[in-house]
């Protein structure tokens, strides 16, 4: 199973950057939950969101509500992270991630405890 991520670089304020995750080696609609997560240096890895299976569910943190839009396209087995209006904060490693497991709350899957899979990160970079 791989997760390929793509689409970081830098980025002035104010900014858009869309971030894509390719999966592999498994059949993508397997995957329960496609998330994303970020990492700035020195913290702990954060959740960002996370969408279901069908895309009928999706969540986001606080932070990123109503600035950052996941999607999922599962006949080309990719998931998309739409970032917009960035800022300096937003600077991180940004992983996608894939949960198989069923969880009946929907915070369970803000949790990376909760995700079988992880892309090898891709740097987000927003200058003031």
């Known amino acids: 199973v791989q997760l390929q991520t793509c689409g970081g670089g830098l980025v002035q304020a104010g900014g858009s950057l869309r971030l894509s995750c390719a999966a592999s080696g498994r059949t993508f609609s397997t995957y329960y939950v496609m998330g994303w997560f970020r990492q700035a240096p020195g913290k702990e890895r954060e959740f960002v969101a996370y969408i279901v299976r069908n895309g009928g569910s999706v969540y986001y943190a606080d932070s990123v509500k109503d600035r950052f839009t996941i999607s999922r396209d599962n006949a080309k087995n990719t998931v998309y992270l739409q970032m917009n209006s960035l800022n300096p904060e937003d600077t991180a490693v940004y992983y996608c991630?894939?949960?198989?497991?069923?969880?009946?709350?929907?915070?369970?899957?803000?949790?990376?405890?909760?995700?079988?899979?992880w892309g090898q990160g891709t740097q987000v970079t927003v200058s003031s």
């Open positions: 991630a894939a949960a198989t497991g069923i969880y009946y709350t929907s915070s369970a899957y803000s949790s990376k405890n909760n995700y079988n899979y």
